[in-house]
């Protein structure tokens, strides 16, 4: 097969392959290879008969010339779940989108396009889920694939114990009992059970009793 690389309609020089992969490198980063990616192939028998494109792949280019923005968190130290954070991003330049990152998070990163150098990204409601260390970059409009190196990191603690709906979870407290240290909790249904008991003793005391005021004199 013979792979082609497409970024944004440019087309880099084909790789012939023997197996099912080709491999494109690059030994010198730059702003310039940042972009959209996608590839394609087809038989070098059939060159006419292309496959569809891939799915597309960002490349992001950090660029160490532009200054690293800063991060802050409020409230800052231990925030109680239910409550709501904030996490601001802040840089020297208002043309920027800002990124959060989360890390450790797979998920899509969050972005804003703030009206000034900075941007606040807020999360409410927190919970045990939101936990964890954040840092954000920007990346200029003008250059979509162009970033700033990340911030540094800040750290959202989040109190609480132990989610009941959790795997794991502790069970919650079943109802006391309301007897005295070592005797029987007196429920209906020991109650009536107790009840039954006295019932048939009594009745077999009277047939007991009964027998023996019918017996003849001398009978043993």
Same mark, same amino acid.
């Given at each position: 097969?013979r792979?082609?690389?497409?970024?944004?309609?440019?087309?880099?020089?084909?790789?012939d392959?023997?197996?099912?992969?080709?491999?494109?490198?690059?030994?010198?980063?730059?702003?310039?290879?940042?972009?959209? %990616?996608? +590839? $394609? *192939?087809?038989?070098?028998?059939? @060159? !006419?008969?292309?496959? =569809?494109?891939?799915?597309?792949? /960002? #490349? &992001?280019?950090?660029?160490?010339?532009?200054?690293?923005?800063?991060?802050?968190?409020?409230?800052?130290?231990?925030?109680?779940?239910g409550?709501?954070?904030?996490?601001?991003?802040?840089?020297?330049?208002?043309?920027?989108?800002?990124?959060?990152?989360?890390?450790?998070?797979?998920?899509?990163?969050?972005?804003?396009?703030?009206?000034?150098?900075?941007?606040?990204?807020?999360?409410?409601?927190?919970?045990?889920?939101?936990?964890?260390? %954040?840092? +954000? $970059? *920007?990346?200029?409009?003008?250059? @979509? !694939?162009?970033?700033? =190196?990340?911030?540094?990191?800040? /750290? #959202? &603690?989040?109190?609480g114990?132990?989610?009941?709906?959790?795997?794991?979870?502790?069970p919650?407290?079943?109802?006391?009992?309301?007897?005295?240290?070592?005797?029987?909790?007196?429920?209906?249904?020991?109650?009536?059970?107790?009840?039954?008991?006295?019932?048939?003793?009594?009745?077999?005391?009277?047939?007991?009793?009964?027998?023996?005021?019918?017996?003849?004199?001398?009978?043993?």
């Open positions: 097969m792979f082609v690389l497409n970024k944004e309609g440019r087309h880099f020089p084909p790789v392959s023997d197996g099912f992969e080709a491999e494109f490198s690059s030994s010198n980063v730059h702003r310039d290879l940042g972009g959209s %990616y996608s +590839c $394609s *192939y087809h038989s070098r028998s059939e @060159p !006419f008969a292309v496959s =569809y494109p891939s799915d597309p792949v /960002e #490349l &992001v280019v950090r660029d160490p010339s532009l200054p690293r923005p800063s991060i802050s968190l409020s409230p800052t130290g231990v925030t109680a779940p409550a709501d954070a904030t996490i601001r991003c802040q840089g020297q330049r208002q043309d920027v989108r800002f990124f959060l990152h989360k890390a450790g998070d797979l998920n899509p990163q969050r972005h804003m396009d703030p009206a000034g150098a900075g941007a606040e990204f807020r999360i409410p409601s927190v919970g045990r889920q939101h936990r964890g260390n %954040y840092s +954000c $970059s *920007y990346r200029l409009q003008t250059e @979509p !694939f162009v970033s700033s =190196y990340a911030s540094n990191s800040v /750290e #959202l &603690v989040v109190a114990g132990t989610d009941p709906t959790q795997p794991g979870a502790v919650a407290p079943t109802r006391p009992s309301t007897a005295p240290s070592g005797h029987p909790d007196f429920t209906h249904g020991n109650i009536a059970r107790l009840g039954l008991g006295a019932a048939v003793l009594l009745v077999l005391g009277l047939i007991l009793a009964k027998a023996c005021y019918s017996r003849p004199r001398g009978a043993p």
